[in-house]
């Protein structure tokens, strides 16, 4: 059970019935990766809670390069991997995004990406992954 604590306000408090390893290891993954786009200087990670009726949102955005718009589906595909040379390929399985996917498709949840716009026209401000799960009111 993962149990998301709305201490700001204590009526958004909500609750995911689940694995709560598995769910642990899909944030883990997602900021795992986030951490490897970020700039060395400046890189930001933002993780931001929500809740629409009974579906809870996680965010987790960064300010890296984005995905390429071509790819922004594959990159759930299993062994899929696109990162610049000269990086540990051996730490890359490009199993990651689909084992998370898996993971929340299996609580009845969606994982998705998406680019978050740049100020500048075609440039991405970098990378948003959106999990969604079926949450209770607690
Ligand atoms: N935060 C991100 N920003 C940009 N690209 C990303 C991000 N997260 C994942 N990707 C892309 O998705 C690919 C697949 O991710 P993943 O399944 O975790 O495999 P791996 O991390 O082993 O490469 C990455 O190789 C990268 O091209
Ligand atoms: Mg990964």
């Known amino acids: 059970m993962l149990k998301v604590d709305g ?44 809740r629409r009726k009974s579906t809870v949102r996680i965010l987790i955005e960064d300010n890296g390069p984005g995905i390429r718009a071509e790819v922004i589906d594959r990159v759930f595909e299993r062994f899929y991997t696109d990162r610049p040379d000269g990086e540990d390929f051996g730490q890359n399985s490009g199993l990651g995004l689909s084992i998370s996917r898996q993971i929340i498709e299996a609580h009845g949840g969606h994982l998705t990406a998406e680019n978050i716009p740049g100020k500048e026209e075609g440039k991405w401000a970098g990378a948003r992954f959106i999990i969604e799960l079926p949450g209770e009111r607690t």
């Open 7 to 50: 201490r700001a306000n204590p009526k958004s408090a909500f609750t995911v019935i689940g694995h709560d390893l598995r769910l642990g290891q899909v944030i883990t993954n997602l900021i795992e990766n986030a951490r490897s786009f970020v700039p060395e200087t400046g890189g930001r990670i933002t993780i931001r809670l929500g």
